[in-house]
């Protein structure tokens, strides 16, 4: 396994659009708007690409073998670098085959949602004394919790330079926000995440609604995938007009938090 040269990802455009589980992420790093890293088998002909997102998201793509799997295994097991884990989403089922005979890795399911309904008039109305405001430098700093810009974007220079977002602001707390986990020229995979003393107050919807209203404005389509067992965040999709449209493996080193 080779690892690309970032002047290189470019080149590596055509093995992005080819991945089936969200290729938004790995054309993210190809088309330059966040951080990550590229492998293949060859740098003078390369057949094999596989990305790995800032996240920790990696997909594969283009013409892999027994070798090239066996190489990408290893990634799994350092995954406890403070740096990046990895995580492997895929729909093949040679991919699953492959690594489910590792005793060390579990395999789980994503669910992946499009964008069916037009909103253009729509908004999500907010209680007294909350504040709905783009993602800017003053208000990026208030945002903390799990889902966050920083869960995806190697810094808060890269999100506010490449990514959008829109936050929800109580007096002086971040309550709710709706971001770019991952953008590409045609796509934007939205994150969203409300605080807990903040939750079953619509605050996320209304951050969400806002983020497909930019989305759409920018001539982009909005995306949304969630772990199978966040059942929270596959209803506050579909109230907001996505859809269920596939699913695939996600492949991981056993963990107790199955959290995505």
Known sequence: MIQVHPQKYPDY????QACNCGSVYPLSI???YQYGSIYTNSAEHPQTALFHHACGFAFLSGAYDEAFLTSVY??????NNPIRRFILLT?????RTFFQAKDC????????????????NHTEDLPKDYLLKPIDDTVFPLIQGGITPYFSWKSAEEFLTNGMGYCVV????????????AISHEEVDIGVETKEPYRRKGLAAAAATAMVHEI????KKPVWACHAQNIGSAKLAQQIGFVKTA???VIRRKVINKSL
């Open 74 to 79: 290893p990634m799994f097991l350092s995954q």
């Open 91 to 95: 729909d093949d089922a040679r991919i």
């Open 216 to 219: 759409l404005k920018q001539n």
């Open 30 to 32: 190809a088309q330059g």
């Open 170 to 181: 109580c007096g002086g707390d971040a309550a709710a926000w709706a971001f770019s986990a």
């Open 247 to 249: 699913q695939c493996d």
């Open 105 to 120: 890795l579990q395999i789980e399911q994503r669910y992946f949602f499009e964008y069916r309904q037009d909103i253009t």
């Open 13 to 16: 455009i055509p093995f992005a």
